[in-house]
């Protein structure tokens, strides 16, 4: 299952029009902070998968009954880009435990490359709720990858894919190679195409350059 | 019309359910960085309800026509109580213009108390869109007498009345004084009881006094 | 005594670049960012003067000694302009008491003006480190009337004035008007010149403006 | 030249005191949230050892003549317990590159452990000021392997060390291994023991697992 955020107006649509935006980019400054704010937005979306049970609070006046989550959900992301984005899940789930991976692109002779994962840094996700997120989903390559590494970690119960961009492509690998009823996929927006070095386009360029500058 | 936030599953009862709590009240910072959290959930909320205009955004690699909010709303708000919440609603709004006012509560010597209206820096509302906040909403009185304030500045096209908590009483306080065609009315959560002295039960206790200290 | 924390360099003065400068100026967000940044620059420098206590910490490894504020100070400010170098202040005191005080303009026929106090929220400053902080001093005027409107709800044992751009005469009128032995003042730069109309030059312009939007 | 931040008192020593604390450390986003402070009071001591020069600002009044930062540092970090103090340096300098290197410890059968380098994403650095920046400075060696790492990648003008705790032992391991000529170092404070399995004590634990959760 397919959720598009943008599909209905909302103040998400102007974050993303901001980090797209080749002008706008130059404040990286803004450009990270419209991933965090667009971060929040994925967060609370997702939270409403999620379980929460009722529990009762002491207030200074009185007793409450109220809904609060069962668990936090695990937030994995892909580096550097994800960081961001991730920082904005975070922002909310202010709870959870956390898992890095990193992907690398390895650039072959022939112009073509094929992706990696170098590092992997994760908590218990057995049985776990993962949100797993990138800002860009492109060719979908990374997301299987660091996919495929959380798993060898552990089972989650389930896990939510976000990606604030993401190509037709890209969605379309990610649905060939995962199970669907292991995952749920939440992005900003889609765009038709992408690039023989796999940028989407029109897109926003580089996140991860645009983010935390031009990697040498 | 009436919404409740706090109708459907979501993080939000989750930020709810800890400002009430007495215990994790004693942490300030942790009590205030809630109220920006349901600021911003609340901005993403009312912006469903905002103008957008295609605009043609020229991307690193393209160009992207994508929705762009057409003119920000004024965020009006209610001294000091409704400053954290305030700040999550800019937090969104990063381009609006902002009003300020505080409302007092006059207690006289039969124990009864008024509302007066001490102290209001607004801008241009004529003809905007304004979200006019606070964080309770008990009797009801500050808000109108705060609404009140604003339309003597100048005629809002519209106004969404936002508050995390409301009574109701307050509801239909508001209902009766204010003309419905004009609002929309956006709450986190309703409770049942009001004192005589206008808390909210169970509510939250004050939550001026629980964000910037008790009132000498 | 007065500090004045750009006779060093340091990052604080990028930050008092920016919010002068009317280009940068019109990214209200990056504007009120700035004044949080160099709020806390300013809560950095004051707390030097502030009274530790040593405390045993348990870690998860040992017992370390360790000095602790020994109260936190009171921070109050002047609305609406006030408000974001506040922000920065209290990001850093996370678990002071705040005031919050507005001065109002009046302004008479003749083209000269008064100034007010309208509103004033304080809780008990008896005895207390006061932070008194505006984003200008500028005449100087608000900041006495808000020192005496202050002082009307107890005595402080000592009152830290903060002010990220001062003037020369306001200084002078600080100096002037209270008593130095009871006051201490932070300012992060000062320009020599006042027009008529009470505002700095070359300054930054009016910053309740700058960070809110035209007062109508 | 070795820099401690700790030696005069001020707000920093609460904020280490926070960290350090089993209690308070139960709140993640409050350890996270002291470690940003903390690289904001980092940035700012840091930033006295910059350059800046004297650039015409126009006002909305005049023209001011102020010191700007001739350029930003470049901000490396080690994953993934540096990050939330790299958040903080990051907020400050918010125009700067970064460079993100992981260090892994890799256990051997006999108990003892070594340290390698599997992941680094560095933007240029050549003739560059570079803050490396890690939460801990424990036995010193992830530290000097992820300088060495950043200089098969260029040769900076200057490296500034900095870590918020540090041991004695870790301190040495470094003077011995990096030319003093080359680093600046800075930290928050310096405990007197390292455990054999390279914890600081009293120290406050595990920072990466303390801020992300406990690695599986």
């Known amino acids: 299952m ?3 955020l943008s599909s209905t ?3 998400l649509n102007q974050f993303i029009a901001e980090i797209r935006d080749a002008e706008i980019q130059r404040d ?3 450009f990270r902070k419209n991933l965090e704010r667009l971060g929040t937005i994925f967060a609370s979306s997702i939270s409403a998968r999620l379980t929460y049970e009722m529990k009762e609070v002491i207030t200074p006046l009185g007793i409450a009954v109220v809904p609060v989550l069962q668990e936090y959900p695990v937030l994995a ?4 880009a994800g960081l961001p984005f991730h920082q904005g899940l975070l922002h909310f789930f202010d709870k959870s435990d956390n898992a890095f991976i990193s992907a690398f692109r390895k650039h072959h002779k022939d112009g073509s490359f094929s992706i990696h994962i170098e590092y992997a840094s994760v908590t218990d996700i057995e049985n776990k ?4 997120s990138d800002t860009m989903l492109a060719s979908g390559s990374s997301m299987v990858l660091a996919y495929r590494e959380l798993i060898s970690h552990g089972k989650p119960k389930h896990t939510h ?3 604030v961009l993401a190509s037709v492509e890209g969605l379309e690998y990610i649905k060939k190679h995962l199970d669907q009823q292991d995952i749920t996929i939440w992005v900003g927006v889609i765009d038709e195409e992408l690039t023989a070095q796999s940028y989407i386009v029109p897109g926003l360029g580089d996140a ?3 983010a935390y500058g031009i990697k040498h």
């Open 2 to 4: 397919i959720h598009v």
């Open 9 to 11: 107006p909302s103040i």
């Open 28 to 30: 990286k400054m803004r």
């Open 77 to 80: 992301t892909i580096l550097r």
């Open 129 to 132: 709720v993962v949100i797993l």
């Open 161 to 163: 894919i976000a990606a």
């Open 208 to 210: 991860g350059d645009l």
